[in-house]
């Protein structure tokens, strides 16, 4: 793939336009999850359904929405798992190191197209997308389960929610103001080289290799 | 605080009750089938929020015994319908005690018949809403008490402070001796009605022998929605610290 990859004024060309709709897809059907979900957990915050218009639409849209969050994380996982997917050598220096965020550090490990806190988020969010669907399915159809099993999903639910809210919250902040530069790989798709060395000094050197930058 | 009790040792099973209730709250009665006891319908259904159960119930000597139980809402102290219910003020306490579900803001989300120890509340498919037993609030404002307890003919129900009914239930079950024990003032930290059982609770068909709150409803609202809030403001903390403290990566020019 990265053969193919276009090059313009010193900008590269790193993301199709289909990984930015599914990346999109799930970020957005994620948010209003979360949000609306939030809105369920906590009668504190039911004014979230309530600019939604009530309980009741933002209970079946969250139902919908679910779905379309499953299919986007199905596109994710056949998108990224090339890339993303695998744990390599490198990834576990890079994890032992915290990826340089722990404490300043001169010698990160240089990591792949994807660093092994990525990796990890990926795959948080590709099983979050089969966990909280199946755990889902049977909170919203539950009369034909045991209804020790339906309670037992609602509390996974609610942890799911915990863990892939938490992770979408670092995501978006490491995706932009803690790494500039990144956000424009998921917005229109052009890096800069400078960005490429500094962030995925591997798959920089993979790059020269071919010639690309 | 009001409360209602059944005395089953007064009850006849005349299902008076249920006729009443189906009356009071305009729920027409569903076609069954006739399958050879008096119990009908066979169990509580989105519009019937009360009915007679009738077992036979026959011991070691081989004497047989006819027991009656009006099936109804306990209305909780510790409602784990209420608890759980994702729409805010969809299933509200009255301050006569009941636990109420709103028909216009319930979502159907169904949660609160999965959580209910009693497995009371029931789904209507026409409305989408679910039901049950309202402890006739709309009565008790008006002065009125239940339409059960008003139309019982053997004196079975009794509706009033809850204190008292917990002490006349309790006088009842000791006066009567033997296996007879009040059912309810202790569970769910007490409930709004309860039974005084002639019988073992055990030889009771459909009734829990100890019902208990979900561990995973306890679980839910007392350890993961505390630490959901912790982790996400947390999340958010740590990036704001973090972002202050060290700043952005930047992309460096590669003579730097």
Redo the contacts between chains.
């Keep these: 793939m990265e053969k193919h990859l276009k090059t313009k004024d010193g900008y590269i060309y790193v993301t199709t336009t289909f990984e930015r709709w599914v990346h999109w897809w799930l970020a957005l059907t994620c948010i209003y999850l979360f949000f609306t979900g939030i809105?369920?957990?906590?009668?504190s915050f039911?004014f979230v359904?309530t600019i939604i218009g009530g309980?009741?639409i933002p209970?079946y849209a969250h139902n919908y929405a679910g779905i379309l969050y499953f299919i986007s994380s199905i596109c994710a996982l056949c998108v990224w798992y090339k890339d993303a997917g695998k744990f390599y050598k490198y990834d576990w220096e890079w994890v032992k190191k915290g990826g340089g965020?722990l404490k300043?550090m001169k010698d990160v490990p240089p990591s792949g197209k994807y660093n092994a806190g990525q990796k990890f988020f990926f795959w948080i969010a590709v099983v979050s997308g089969f966990y909280m669907f199946i755990t889902g399915m049977i909170?919203w159809f539950?009369?034909g389960f045991a209804?020790?099993l339906?309670?037992?999903c609602?509390?996974l639910h609610?942890?799911g929610?915990?863990i892939m809210?938490?992770g979408i919250?670092?995501h978006g902040?490491l995706g932009t103001?803690?790494?500039?530069?990144s956000v424009s790989a998921m917005m229109h798709g052009w890096v800069?080289?400078?960005?490429i060395?500094?962030?995925h000094g591997r798959w920089y050197k993979e790059l020269q290799e071919k010639g690309i930058v | 605080m009001f409360a209602m009790m059944q005395d089953l040792s007064k009850c006849m099973g005349c299902k008076a009750c249920q006729v009443a209730c189906k009356s009071w709250n305009n729920l027409p009665g569903e076609k069954t089938v006739q399958r050879g006891t008096y119990q009908n319908p066979p169990d509580l259904e989105a519009n019937t929020y009360t009915m007679m159960h009738y077992n036979e119930v026959v011991d070691e000597k081989g004497n047989v015994d006819w027991l009656f139980r009006k099936a109804q809402c306990f209305h909780c102290s510790k409602a784990a319908c209420l608890d759980?219910c994702?729409?805010?003020?969809?299933i509200y306490r009255t301050k006569w005690g009941g636990v109420v579900i709103d028909q216009e803001?319930c979502?159907?989300?169904?949660?609160c018949?999965?959580?209910c120890p009693f497995?009371i509340p029931r789904?209507n498919t026409e409305t989408g809403k679910a039901t049950k037993c309202t402890m006739c609030y709309d009565r008790i404002e008006g002065n009125m008490i239940p339409a059960c307890v008003k139309a019982c003919p053997s004196h079975a129900m009794s509706f009033g402070d809850r204190d008292r009914i917990v002490a006349k239930a309790r006088a009842r079950a000791k006066e009567l001796g033997g296996d007879a024990t009040v059912y309810g003032d202790k569970y769910l930290g007490g409930t709004h009605f309860m039974y005084v059982l002639p019988q073992k609770s055990a030889l009771y068909a459909g009734l829990p022998v100890s019902p208990f709150y979900?561990m995973?409803?306890t679980?839910?609202r007392s350890v993961?929605?505390p630490?959901?809030l912790v982790?996400?403001l947390?999340?958010?903390g740590?990036?704001w610290l973090?972002?202050i403290s060290?700043g952005?990566?930047?992309?460096?020019?590669?003579d730097q």
């Design positions: 809105g369920f957990m906590f009668h039911s359904p309980h009741l209970k965020y300043p909170m539950p009369l209804p020790a339906v309670r037992l609602y509390l609610a942890i929610a915990v809210g938490g919250i670092m902040f103001f803690a790494n500039y530069g800069t080289k400078e960005w060395r500094t962030q | 759980v994702p729409a805010a003020g969809a803001k979502i159907g989300c169904k949660y018949i999965n959580a497995s789904f979900p995973t409803v679980l839910w993961v929605r630490f959901s982790a996400f947390g999340a958010i740590v990036s973090y972002f060290r952005p990566k930047k992309p460096v020019k590669e």
